[in-house]
């Protein structure tokens, strides 16, 4: 998912427009519903569908959401069906008034939690992981002197993957969970100060890059100022995957250009697995910047193979995997001459279940190459992502049932490589311990429960 918001001191921005604006910056997050709930005066109003950001916002829409803060996002459903009422932010009625919430990343003890307070009669009216958050600190929020020590009391029950914002009447608060697995900048635009899930968004909208919110920190913005706070025991996180596919090539995580990382992927890639060739080409658009780096490094040309149809999202997002096997083809078309008597070094970011791979792989063989040399960015995904990132259970993750060279022959490729654990390291200068790398080395940072599956809610 990605998330937005922003507050406006003197409630001269149009602060549902930048939020827009900044949503739009993060479409490649979540496809499937977008949101924006603004505060007016201790009153919140919001408008959430499922759709894209265009789709479900108009300028009449947007002139009504009047405020002078305001909170967005965009979903990518992991733990919840991709219905209308999982749409976010989720707003909220409770003692202390109005409260909504914007969640990117995943618990993996929210249906433990939900469970107790079903048994002590709560109701839910979402199958989200995040209104279990919403209820907690509801619940906290009665003993506690301020929200933010309701947030730190829900820190300590909660576990998993939590990057949110939360509207209430008097403020706006940030907050990154304690491993920092998702992430979320501060920036600042005329005075006002503003969060999002990648720093593309502040870039859009014209906003100065503060800093990152640190992991396990609570940042409150209010008419007082600002605010941080610490929760204890905090390590860095952050998703590699963030890096190798996820976020926009554009965006700095933790001060670092995920373009930059992207290529040095693909350098460091052919120095492991070089192959003779004609010419190298991305899978579009997440394999492209992987592509070139190999390319540099290997002195072969980087050639477009293919040309992708703009009109359409992220296929891997379509959540049935029979929309995805359609997408696949109204995704891309290959340029025949440019590839055409050649050998192709192919390079994609990842291989989840095989189907983007074993379907271009017979694109470009249908359409003249002669060897297809398929090299991928990252390293084997073998266990499942628990923290936000949509990746199936380990029966469908083709490399935790096969080895490499069968799945060179099922994906029909001459030859397939990925780049190595050591060489991941390599990439992020021996530090690669500073983030999450589970779903290649099953290393959870947290414990996760047993029987723990996304659709558990449902
Ligand atoms: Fe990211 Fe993989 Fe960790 Fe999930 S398991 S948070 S995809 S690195
Ligand atoms: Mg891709």
Redesign the pocket.
């Known amino acids: 998912c990605g998330i937005f918001g922003i507050y406006s001191s003197d409630g001269k921005l149009d602060v549902a427009k930048i939020t827009y604006f900044g949503l739009y910056a993060l479409q490649h997050r979540g496809q499937e519903s977008s949101g924006i709930a603004v505060n007016d005066s201790g009153n919140i109003i919001y408008h959430k569908d499922s759709g894209l950001v265009n789709e479900v916002f108009n300028e009449v829409v947007l002139n009504h959401l009047k405020g002078y803060s305001a909170i967005g996002h965009v979903r990518y459903s992991t733990t919840g069906k991709s219905d209308r009422e999982n749409a976010q932010p989720l707003v909220i009625k409770y003692r202390k008034g109005h409260m909504a919430l914007a969640h990117n990343g995943n618990l993996v003890n929210a249906h433990i939690i939900r469970e107790k307070l079903e048994q002590e009669g709560a109701i839910f009216q979402t199958t989200i992981d995040s209104e279990v958050i919403a209820s907690l600190i509801s619940r906290n929020r009665i003993k506690s002197e301020n929200i933010e020590e309701a947030i730190l009391k829900t820190m300590d029950e909660i576990k998993g993957?939590y990057s949110l914002l939360i509207l209430t009447p008097n403020k706006l608060i940030a907050v990154r969970d304690p491993y920092g697995?998702?992430p979320l900048v501060m920036g600042r635009i005329n005075n006002s100060i503003c969060f999002a899930s990648e720093t593309c968004a502040l870039d859009t909208i014209g906003a100065e890059y503060i800093r990152d919110v640190e992991p396990g920190e609570i940042i409150s913005v209010s008419r007082n100022g600002i605010k941080s706070k610490k929760y204890k025991n905090c390590t860095k996180?952050l998703?590699?995957?963030?890096f190798i596919y996820?976020a926009r090539a554009d965006s700095y995580l933790e001060g670092i250009s995920v373009y930059e990382i992207r290529k040095r992927l693909g350098r460091q890639l052919c120095k492991e697995s070089y192959v003779d060739c004609d010419i190298v080409i991305g899978v579009p658009d997440s394999g492209t910047t992987a592509a070139i780096g190999f390319a540099e490094e290997a002195g072969i040309p980087f050639s477009e193979g293919f040309i992708k149809n703009r009109y359409i999202g992220r296929t891997f997002i379509k959540p049935e995997q029979s929309q995805r096997e359609i997408a696949v083809k109204i995704k891309l078309n290959v340029l025949k001459n440019n590839v055409a008597g050649k050998r192709v070094v192919l390079i994609d970011d990842s291989i989840v279940r095989g189907t983007t791979s074993r379907k271009i792989i017979k694109m470009l063989r249908d359409a003249g190459a002669t060897e297809v040399h398929l090299r991928i960015s990252s390293p084997p995904?073998v266990?499942?992502?628990?923290?936000?990132?949509d990746?199936p259970d380990r029966k469908e993750l083709i490399a935790a049932n096969y080895l490499t060279e069968e799945i060179a022959r099922i994906l029909g490729a001459d030859s397939l490589e990925y780049l190595s654990l050591n060489g991941l390291n390599e990439v992020f200068e021996g530090k690669i311990n500073q983030?999450?790398?589970?779903?290649?080395n099953g290393e959870?940072?947290t414990e996760i429960p047993e029987n723990f599956n996304k659709y558990i809610l449902e």
């Open positions: 993957a697995l998702r996180h998703c590699v995957f963030e996820f995904v266990f499942p992502c628990y923290y936000g990132i990746t983030f999450c790398t589970a779903c290649f959870y940072v």
